[in-house]
Structures are given as C-alpha cells and as structure tokens.
C-alpha cells in the first residue's frame, strides 16, 4: 500500500480488485457502449473503470435514485431507474438501435441477469460479476443463442495466485493497480462512503444498509481503537 493513500481509501482494496478483473474480462474496447446494472459499490466501481477504460457511453441502471444521482457524479454518461422508464427503448436510443455492446450486471439479482441478456446487442458479451444467487427462467434461444451472447463469469476465485500463460494478471497485480489508479485520483471512492461508524456498531451499519437503500451506499467501520 502507498505511504500517501488514506487508509479509507485502501479500505476499498478488495472490491476494487473484484470490479478490476470484471471489467478486465469484459475486454473493453475504445468506444464501444456500456452498460451497468446495480449501482451498489461494485457498480460505482465499475462505472468508473469503464470510463478509464474508454467505453462510451456507459450507462447505469439502479432502483434508487441517490444511486443513480451518485453514478452520474462519479462519471456515468446517463442513468435510468427501470420501474420508471422503459430502460429497453432508452438503451436502444443511445446505441442506434443496437443494444449495449457489453453490459456488467452488477446487482446480484438473478431478474437483472434476464434484463442483461435483452439489453445486450447481438454479438455482444454481458460480464456477471454480481454473483446472482437463486434460480430464474431464462430463454436460451432468444436471448443467448439467437443473439451470439458472450457470457462470461467475472468471480474473483477465478484470478490466479501467480502468472500464468494464459491470464498473466494476478490478484496481488490487480491489487496493486488499485492502489495506482487511487493515488493517481483516476478513481473516487471517497464518496461511495455514505456513513462512518466504529466497529463496534457493526450492527447499525447492516440496518443502514438495508433499510435505508437510496441514501446509504458504503458504511465505513472505524476499526482504530480496537
């Protein structure tokens, strides 16, 4: 870790690596159209490498709209809340009636993977990175097969320890890239830190989380008197 990085910012060491390797995987190239689903941490995150990356635009989808304001801020070309608009006719506007030519669903939420499948142009990749966990019904045909959809898991196990001939970028290289990217203030996590508690007040801070969605994104556990 970097003498002169805060240590709130290291804090964000571990799903800085998890976004790293997610939009790595995507294999982004300049100008293509992006799209994130679930603007929770992982998806601010994501919104951000993507723009380091050169994908434009990159859009973000997200029920709650301090999220989506957040995203925005943090560089988002555009936002939309998918229970007030019709997010399908809004992405085909943006990519000339295409689709997203890679879309990260970040939320977690197995209905967003479904959504991912339908907002992805044809030939396009969609990286799951939220680990969704439960069951849904997906239409291979239609949305995968039909379409030439590159799916891809994007889970952190899947890093190596050490190179490798085929996937040479390590869990420590994505680490210390991180840290690079923050000390160069190409990324902003100060922001995703919405509220700042002692450890002892762990508790609280999993209430905040669920209960109050739109206004608290990170909660930050001071960890110094322990």
Request: aromatic share 10%.
């Given at each position: 870790m970097p003498e002169d990085l805060s240590l709130e910012e290291a804090s964000f060491f571990a799903l800085g690596a998890i976004c790293l390797q997610g939009v790595r995987k995507a294999g982004v190239e300049i100008g293509e159209s992006a799209l994130v689903i679930g603007l929770g941490l992982v998806g601010q995150l994501t919104v951000q490498l993507l723009k380091l990356s050169g994908a434009m635009p990159v859009i973000g989808l997200d029920l709650y709209e301090g999220r989506l304001?957040?995203?925005?801020?943090?560089?988002?070309?555009?936002?939309?809340?998918?229970?007030?608009?019709?997010?399908e006719k809004e992405i085909l506007r943006l990519t000339e009636g295409k689709g997203a030519s890679l879309t990260i669903e970040a939320s977690g939420s197995p209905e967003a993977v479904n959504l991912a499948f339908r907002l992805t142009r044809k030939l396009g990749r969609v990286v799951l990175l939220g680990s969704s966990r439960g069951e849904t019904t997906v239409d291979f045909y239609r949305d995968i097969h039909r379409k030439g959809l590159h799916v891809i898991g994007a889970h952190v196990s899947t890093v190596p320890e050490v190179e490798s001939f085929r996937y040479y970028w390590t869990l420590k290289d994505e680490i210390k890239t991180f840290f690079k990217l923050l000390k160069m203030r190409s990324l902003n996590v100060k922001d995703l830190i919405s509220v700042k508690l002692s450890f002892k007040d762990a508790g609280e801070a999993y209430e905040l989380l669920r209960k109050e969605k739109d206004r608290v994104i990170g909660v930050l556990l001071d960890w110094t008197s322990a």
């Open positions: 304001k957040l995203a925005r801020k943090l560089g988002a070309d555009y936002v939309f809340n998918p229970s007030k608009v019709d997010v």
